[in-house]
């Protein structure tokens, strides 16, 4: 089942798709905080996202901008104003289509159909993001994105920190961070560990997560709030 993220104000349109997508076999959600896309976005890790162009407080083409930021998703813009001045702009913010209102929802549909199989024919599981104290972990490049700074992660890196995203508010011991990345720890110097995790701070240190990463004594780690603490 894929998830559908709709930013548009008009609350019968919205709603009116939201239900034609769900009757499709999607999961589809109505954005309502029109400040707090991104973190609507973020919470939610859409597979696709309809996006029309007139927004409150920022346009579509903005908030198309900062979902590229994070990631890949598909975005279809949907919109009254279909010059071509603004379908260029649509396609030259990181939209992959554009739909002009009024749209009939079976031609959406559609639509909508096409974009996903052409996005994710050969993946089985479609990109996605995680989410903890405004840092955003993304699954699909091993990267992690903090207040406009980004990250790029080595692989032990982004396995680390995918491990304590999924255990998020809880700690991880030791022993099961060691498993998850080398399978059997007992061929491990316990001190590769603790390598691995003294790196990884000091890339999260450069973007400002000072603390994100938080040592329990002789339990293991857990993750702490997305700011800089020092």
Sequence with gaps: MYKILI????????ESVRRHLEKWG?????????????????????QLVLVDIGLPFYNGYYWCQEIRKLSQVP??????????????????????????????LEVLSAKVQAILRRAYAFQSQPASVMEWGGAVLNLSDMSL????QRVELSKNEFRILQILY??????VSRENIMKR??????????????????????????????????TKKGVGYQLGQGRNNE
């Design 145 to 148: 994105n903090f207040a406009g």
């Design 75 to 104: 975005i279809l813009f949907l919109s009254s104003a279909s010059d071509n001045m603004n379908i260029v702009m649509a396609m030259n913010m990181g939209g992959d289509d554009f739909i002009t209102k009024p749209f009939d």
């Design 181 to 214: 990345l080398w399978d059997d720890e007992c061929f491990v110097d316990d001190n590769t560990l603790t390598v691995n995790i003294n790196r990884l701070r000091r890339g999260l240190k450069e973007i400002g997560l000072a603390d994100f990463i938080q």
């Design 166 to 171: 999924e255990h998020a508010g809880k700690t």
């Design 26 to 46: 999607s999961q589809a959600e109505c954005v309502t905080d029109f400040a707090g896309v991104l973190e609507h976005f973020v919470r939610f890790s859409p």
């Design 7 to 14: 930013i548009e104000d008009d609350n019968t349109i919205a």
